[in-house]
């Protein structure tokens, strides 16, 4: 069956530090993929996705690239903020729709100034 | 945007007890819920799929019987745990989907639930 794998943590990093959290998946066919974002006390929230090959998902200054070759999404931002401390859950879903989604395991990442 | 209330955000409970867990869409109508859930340091996984007035579809390995869910109307599923015990300990998460149009999912902040 479907499956992701995602890069444990926690992850600390410091502010402006260049962020990049590895996701990689096993499914048949295309699916579409998702990275999802849980801050302290909210629901998880759509930070991007990318439904096709060489797609890039992009969002708050996040980006994450679907490599179908290498089948990852892996997640990066340039210069983290503190505002960026959550938890970050990789995904897919079957084509076409989100119904059915599939997650990683989620990674903690705290940034400090 | 639109907002998923989940409560309570955490419980502890005595086993052979039952815990009610409710799932509210607030700002939306939903007829489409999700449960699912986490255990540590594994993947957060579909539970069951819950339509507004019908019985809710439930994935492989996941007893209907002992996670019963109601999804009576527009704006509320509930997950009642029945009979808990320490290995259902774990971390419970709702989502709602908005149908028509753009389909997106939206999640509530999940219950972490601890038997004793």
């Known amino acids: 069956g479907d499956s992701v794998t995602q890069m444990e943590g926690p992850v600390t990093l410091s502010e402006e530090a260049f962020l990049t959290i590895n996701c990689t998946y096993t499914a048949t066919g295309y699916p579409s993929l998702f990275w999802y974002v849980q801050y302290p006390g909210e629901g998880l929230q759509l930070l991007l996705k990318a439904t096709k090959a060489d797609d890039k998902g992009s969002n708050k200054g996040f980006e994450a690239t679907y490599r179908k070759e290498t089948t990852s999404f892996h997640l990066e931002k340039g210069s983290v903020q503190v505002s960026d401390s959550a938890v970050y859950f990789c995904?897919?879903?079957?084509?076409?729709?989100?119904?059915?989604?599939?997650f990683g395991t989620g990674t903690r990442l705290t940034i400090i100034p | 945007g639109a907002v998923v209330s989940q409560h309570p955000s955490w419980v502890i409970c005595k086993s052979g007890t039952s815990v009610k867990i409710e799932c509210r869409s607030l700002?939306?109508?939903?007829?489409?819920m999700f449960w699912y859930r986490q255990f540590p340091k594994q993947s957060l996984m579909l539970m069951a799929t819950s339509n507004e007035g019908s019985k809710a579809t439930y994935e492989q390995g996941v007893e209907k019987d002992k996670f019963l869910i109601n999804h009576a109307s527009l704006t509320l599923s509930t997950l009642t745990v029945t009979s808990a015990h320490p290995e259902d300990s774990s971390f419970y998460i709702c989502?709602?989907?908005?149908?028509?149009?753009?389909?997106?999912?939206?999640f509530g902040s999940g219950t972490q639930l601890s038997v004793l």
């Open positions: 995904a897919l879903s079957p084509p076409f729709g989100n119904e059915k989604l599939t």
């Open positions: 989502s709602a989907r908005v149908s028509g149009g753009d389909e997106k999912l939206f």
């Open positions: 700002d939306f109508q939903a007829t489409t």
